[in-house]
């Protein structure tokens, strides 16, 4: 069974904008990350943020984390069409000192010219 | 440097086939997981491998699935009597160690279709 939800599940905008994403989780974790998939194959790894941390930035990224309401929010600024994918939310709500990743069902971002 | 790899890229078998798909994990990687997607699904946890040993099998759906990695290094998932509901899309993915902030990187995965 999957953990999250993220919201929404498609989102269609003009490269400049800024997208934002949100994911909603189930259980207590040890932290959170944002993954980034092209064509349906391998995923590419974005930004990690701890379940102590509050917001977090790279590059054009930004996650917030709320552990009080268990949602995190990925926005992209300043959007290219290049960022156009498939995102998902992964937490680790796993106390065996691994990193078990439970996936959300992911946002469908497309950027338009 | 390389990254994860994994083979073949695209499998087509028949129902009732048994069906083997290989990882090969960045080199020196001690921990090793193997995902499952199904279309417009994210990934779900199968197996994961610390070393030589599965130290958490949990997410295999029954005993047809089986995963091994006998000198802690490649990886090979095995599917016996594949069934149509087996058809997604598997990924491995390695990361250096087996620690909770430790990131994972996922390979290109294997299409399997059961027709």
Same mark, same amino acid.
């Given at each position: 069974?999957?953990?999250?939800?993220?919201?929404?599940?498609?989102?269609?905008?003009?490269?400049?904008?800024?997208?934002?994403?949100?994911?909603?989780?189930?259980?207590?974790?040890?932290?959170?990350?944002?993954?980034?998939?092209?064509?349906?194959?391998?995923?590419?790894?974005?930004?990690?943020?701890?379940?102590?941390?509050?917001?977090?930035?790279?590059?054009?990224?930004?996650? #917030?984390?709320? #552990?009080?309401?268990?949602?995190?929010?990925?926005?992209? #600024?300043?959007?290219?069409?290049?960022? #156009?994918?498939?995102?998902?939310?992964?937490?680790?709500?796993?106390?065996?000192?691994?990193?078990?990743?439970?996936?959300?069902?992911?946002?469908?971002?497309?950027?338009?010219? | 440097?390389?990254?994860?790899?994994?083979? %073949?890229?695209?499998?087509?078998?028949?129902?009732?086939?048994?069906?083997?798909?290989?990882?090969? %994990?960045?080199?020196?990687?001690?921990?090793?997981?193997?995902?499952?997607?199904?279309?417009?699904?994210?990934?779900?946890?199968?197996?994961?491998?610390?070393?030589?040993?599965?130290?958490?099998?949990?997410?295999? %759906?029954?005993?047809?699935?089986?995963?091994?990695? %006998?000198?802690?290094?490649?990886?090979?998932?095995?599917?016996?009597?594949?069934?149509?509901?087996?058809?997604?899309?598997?990924?491995?993915?390695?990361?250096?160690?087996?620690?909770?902030?430790?990131?994972?990187?996922?390979?290109?995965?294997?299409?399997?279709?059961?027709?």
């Amino acid at each position: 069974s999957q953990q999250g939800e993220e919201d929404p599940q498609a989102l269609s905008i003009q490269e400049g904008e800024n997208a934002t994403m949100n994911c909603s989780y189930k259980t207590s974790i040890n932290n959170l990350q944002w993954y980034r998939q092209n064509s349906g194959r391998g995923l590419v790894h974005l930004i990690l943020i701890r379940s102590n941390e509050r917001e977090k930035h790279s590059g054009r990224l930004r996650v #917030t984390l709320d #552990t009080s309401k268990k949602s995190s929010s990925l926005l992209i #600024t300043a959007s290219r069409a290049a960022d #156009t994918a498939s995102y998902f939310c992964a937490t680790d709500p796993n106390s065996g000192g691994y990193n078990k990743l439970i996936f959300g069902a992911g946002t469908r971002l497309a950027v338009h010219p | 440097g390389a990254g994860v790899s994994q083979t %073949p890229s695209n499998k087509v078998t028949e129902k009732g086939k048994y069906v083997e798909l290989r990882c090969d %994990p960045i080199s020196g990687h001690t921990a090793l997981y193997w995902y499952r997607q199904s279309l417009g699904q994210g990934p779900e946890f199968l197996i994961y491998f610390q070393g030589t040993g599965a130290a958490d099998d949990s997410g295999l %759906p029954n005993d047809r699935f089986f995963a091994v990695r %006998p000198e802690g290094s490649v990886s090979t998932l095995k599917i016996q009597r594949t069934e149509r509901g087996d058809s997604a899309v598997y990924l491995c993915a390695s990361s250096l160690t087996s620690g909770n902030t430790d990131t994972q990187y996922f390979g290109p995965g294997t299409r399997l279709t059961v027709l």
